[in-house]
């Protein structure tokens, strides 16, 4: 596997997430409790654990949606402004969601409208960003479902009538059409064939290289993470127990937690 | 009528209402929620619309009511007896006559003036219910102009028909701000919200709602620019009048199916004939 | 040659008549009156009373009487007047737990203190035809007990005492009036209690059904139900003191229902509460029901099902606003239909000229 292909993040610019000491906690270790981390801008940061980890809650509170009950996180906006996420109110908050960000569900259906077609799926960002060109809507739809390898010719059919996984490239195309500076993932093969899977993880990684997007993704696969991020956090009961950079943790795991995920892992 | 105030409603509730209404003209667009009352007629059958011309009438106003455009539909009849009833105020069918005029889905043909109020009857004044049923969320959606999601009907539309299928209650923007329901008119009397001189006043009593265009307000209907927003028209034109730019009804005549199409504003129509209304 | 339909007005008239007249029947037979629905159809003016949010029962019995029976339509009618009425004086809370008991069980104890009191009820009786009333057969004077009853302290307030129901006590804040304000969603729970307090009994019956049948379930008993009479008081202020303007019949219902609580707060049961005008135990049971599935939020439940979603529930639960607007399909929709016709025959035609260049075509 060659993983030199994934360019380097940018470190001269200024970091695109800083998180300070975040918390957010249901129950005794439910959740996540003081993490810190810094993203750069063209960073894939992979966020694994295993399920109830607290690795979901964490991307929750990174994305927006719901708010830490201690610690923040600051968001380096494109025009250059560093904004306390949830110091900003909430209409800036889902604006950004809606500008700057992107954000895949690792059900399909939750990030998909279901109700409408492929092509309004894809251009539903572009609308709200005030495009108002019907043909050149469809154009860009069709573009996306190129470049997401889907049949452009099935840009009128509805979402429920594609697989699993040409859902997820829809719900992919959908989220990047606008160019987000930032993409939250959550999941993103979850709950496909292994053999579905291989194919997607290899277009992400496609995508990820050909825009230089900057990337939280939370897994609890480490084949996935290690394909596709610079850097791991691990997370165990609420904490992170582990942060480096992809190759170091995975060939050479410090805590007894990552060696036993590592080592639970059958290498191919 | 023994029994009740003037125009039915109280003076505190009038008050409330007009409090609202002044809201709303300040605010063009926008939804208010406002007390609403019942009122001795169903919800749904403009409860909204009668409560809002209760709270603006005056005993020396004159009012107009229409149903589909016309004054001598039951609809119509019943709400200008109620108010005969309950406020004794001169009505008249009339267009230029009237100081006010309820109207159900159409806006009268001749051009309004200043001074002049149209109240619309509103049956779901939140134009984005059908995307989102929450009310919660719509009002957030209103809050932070997230209206992305209105154009993807309109997208769908032209998607599967080839044209913008909205054919009533086709949704506008006011004054470059909010997304707004204008009633279920039909699209052909968009472009008469557009810059009115009269004020327009809309009123959803099941749903609590009230809205306002105040006059010379720009109102804009949604669309796009390679599928630019269209009024309805008729290779045919009214049978009894002639016109050929009104909206027009389709009248069965016969068994066989034969029918021919007549002006959908009676007081229009009649004028042009030169009748007396 | 087309004229366009006048006279609607005489049409109306003859209508309304018409309708006077099937409302009477048949002459040969003595005229219902107002009394005769009060005394006699008692649930119904009690029904009436609940979802009109309207205690008398004189004009809730002349409401049923004008809408020849139509229950919802006589809520219409008693509602639309009640919104005419000046409001004089706002009345203290009632104190259900000094009711005037006719009826009072509970399902969670065999045996409680002041008893169980079946009361008139339904239950138990056997569902079979009674044809003695078909034949207008006297009845015989019920047995009533001697002695007074013994103090009917609320089952409720016992688990209280042990600390093992969630405690409700009144915050001193004023509660939201939606008679008076618009709905404002996500509303508080006073609000919700008297929106369903005036919900369709039909409606809260089925949604409450559907939380047994699994769509929301909370594993209920049924704390209590008691019926009977309470004192309504008005604090006057000439006077400096409360004072009793009469009494009112109400029924309440107490759900018990399966336990919530945290880190901090040790498991308790929680409530569901149900009250109404009259005797109208059906009612409050499933007011109860769907006020406890409402609270699925608030006590950190998932909200999967139709009965815990608030906004669903309550917008739609009022029959005069429902029915209001379901009839209203029937006023004239020409218009907006003849916009319809316009769009679908231009779609039409443009179908059929592309079906046809499809064709031609294929023949070249």
């Not at chain 1, 500076?181 to 064939?193: A, I, K, Q, S, Y």
């Not at chain 2, 004054?175 to 959803?204: Q, T, W």
């Not at chain 3, 009036?177 to 005036?198: E, G």
């Not at chain 3, 229902?257 to 901090?264: V, Y």
Request: hydrophobic fraction near 40%.
């Amino acid at each position: 596997m060659n993983r030199s292909v994934l360019p380097r993040p940018d470190l001269e610019r200024p970091a695109l997430l800083d998180v300070h000491n975040v918390s957010r906690l249901y129950g005794p270790d439910k959740g996540c409790q003081e993490i810190n981390f810094r993203l750069h801008a063209g960073e894939v940061l992979g966020i694994v654990g295993e399920s109830g980890s607290g690795k979901s809650t964490l991307l929750r509170v990174l994305a927006g949606l719901e708010a830490p009950d201690a610690g923040h996180v600051a968001y380096h906006s494109a025009n250059d402004d560093t904004l306390d996420l949830y110091a900003i109110s909430e209409a800036r908050r889902r604006a950004l969601l809606r500008l700057e960000w992107g954000l895949i569900h690792q059900n399909p259906r939750d990030g998909l409208r279901m109700g409408v077609s492929a092509g309004a799926n894809i251009g539903e960002r572009l609308m709200a960003l005030g495009q108002r060109h019907y043909g050149q809507l469809r154009a860009a739809g069709q573009d996306w479902m190129g470049q997401v390898e889907l049949d452009p010719g099935r840009i009128d059919d509805a979402p429920r009538t594609f697989s699993g996984g040409m859902q997820q490239r829809l719900q992919i195309a959908r989220t990047l059409v606008t160019r987000p500076r930032l993409v939250f993932m959550d999941e993103p093969t979850g709950g496909l064939d292994v053999s579905v899977q291989a194919r997607l993880l290899d277009m992400i990684r496609t995508l990820v290289r050909q825009l230089g997007l900057s990337v939280v993704l939370v897994t609890h696969d480490l084949a996935v993470a290690r394909l596709l991020s610079h850097r791991l956090l691990v997370m165990r009961r609420s904490r992170v127990v582990e942060a480096g950079l992809t190759d170091q943790i995975l060939d050479d795991p410090q805590h007894a937690y990552t060696q036993l995920l590592v080592s639970s892992v059958l290498t191919p | 009528m023994n029994g009740y105030n003037f125009a039915y409603l109280d003076e505190q509730t009038k008050r409330m209402i007009r409090r609202a209404l002044l809201k709303a003209v300040a605010i063009p667009g926008y939804q208010v929620p406002f007390g609403g009352r019942e009122m001795p007629m169903p919800y749904g059958w403009g409860t909204g619309g009668m409560q809002l011309t209760a709270s603006i009438l005056g005993s020396d106003d004159v009012l107009k009511v229409i149903d589909q455009g016309a004054d001598d539909t039951t609809n119509a009849v019943s709400i200008r007896a109620f108010f005969q009833r309950v406020a004794g105020v001169e009505t008249t069918t009339a267009t230029t006559s009237a100081s006010v005029i309820q109207t159900r889905h159409r806006i009268p043909e001749a051009a309004l003036s200043h001074g002049q109020i149209l109240v619309f009857q509103v049956p779901i004044p939140e134009p984005l219910r059908f995307i989102e049923p929450s009310e919660q969320e719509t009002r957030l959606m209103h809050a932070l102009e997230e209206y992305g999601v209105m154009h993807v009907k309109l997208y769908e539309d032209i998607a599967r028909y080839g044209h913008i299928a909205t054919t009533y209650a086709y949704p506008v923007k006011v004054d470059d701000r909010y997304v707004m329901d204008p009633s279920p008119i039909p699209k052909f009397d968009n472009p008469k919200l557009h810059m009115n001189e009269a004020l327009m006043l809309f009123g959803a009593g099941r749903e609590k709602r009230l809205y306002a265009i105040p006059p010379y307000t720009r109102v804009e209907s949604l669309d796009f620019e390679d599928h630019p927003f269209e009024i309805q028209a008729w290779d045919e034109c009214c049978a009894l009048c002639g016109s050929e730019t009104s909206y027009l009804d389709e009248v069965i005549t016969d068994d066989a199916g034969n029918r021919m199409f007549v002006c959908s504003d009676t007081d229009y129509c009649m004028t042009r004939r030169g009748e007396v209304a | 040659m087309y004229v366009a339909v006048k006279g609607g007005e005489q049409a109306i008239a003859n209508a309304h008549q018409l309708l006077g007249d099937r409302r009477r029947g048949d002459r040969e037979l003595a005229e219902l009156s107002v009394e005769q629905i009060q005394e006699q159809l008692r649930l119904a003016v009690d029904r009436v009373m609940s979802e009109a949010s309207l205690f008398d029962p004189e004009l809730a019995a002349l409401a049923l009487k004008q809408a020849s029976g139509d229950t919802i339509e006589a809520v219409f009618l008693l509602r639309a007047y009640r919104t005419t009425l000046p409001r004089l004086a706002v009345s203290e809370p009632v104190d259900t737990s000094a009711m005037r008991i006719e009826r009072r069980i509970s399902a969670t104890y065999k045996d409680i203190p002041g008893g169980q009191i079946l009361g008139p009820t339904y239950d138990y009786t056997h569902r079979l035809l009674d044809f003695m009333q078909l034949a207008e057969g006297e009845i015989p004077t019920p047995a009533r007990a001697e002695q007074a009853l013994e103090s009917c302290p609320q089952i409720l307030e016992l688990l209280n005492a042990e600390g093992l129901i969630e405690r409700e006590a009144d915050d001193g804040s004023e509660p939201y009036d939606i008679t008076r304000d618009p709905p404002d969603y996500p509303v508080d729970r006073a609000a919700r209690l008297q929106m369903l307090a005036r919900g369709d009994e039909g409606y809260l019956l089925s949604l409450a059904y559907s939380t047994q049948r699994g769509y929301g379930r909370n594993h209920p008993f049924a704390g209590e139900i008691r019926i009977g009479q309470v004192e309504v008081e008005i604090f006057v202020e000439e006077f400096g003191e409360r004072i009793c303007i009469g009494e009112i019949p109400v029924s309440e219902c107490q759900m018990i229902n399966q336990f919530g609580g945290s880190r901090e707060v040790a498991p308790q049961f929680t409530r569901g509460y149900g009250l109404s005008f009259g005797h109208n135990e059906r009612k409050t049971m499933a007011m109860a029901l769907v006020d406890r599935a409402l609270r699925a939020e608030e006590l950190g439940e998932p909200v999967n099902s139709p009965a815990q979603q608030a906004e669903f529930v309550l917008a739609h639960a009022d029959s005069v606003e429902a029915s209001g607007f379901v009839s209203h399909l029937k006023l004239p929709h020409y218009v907006d239909f003849q916009s319809e016709l316009e769009l679908l025959r231009r779609l039409r035609r443009a179908h059929a000229a592309s079906q046809k260049a499809a064709s031609d075509e294929e023949v070249i």
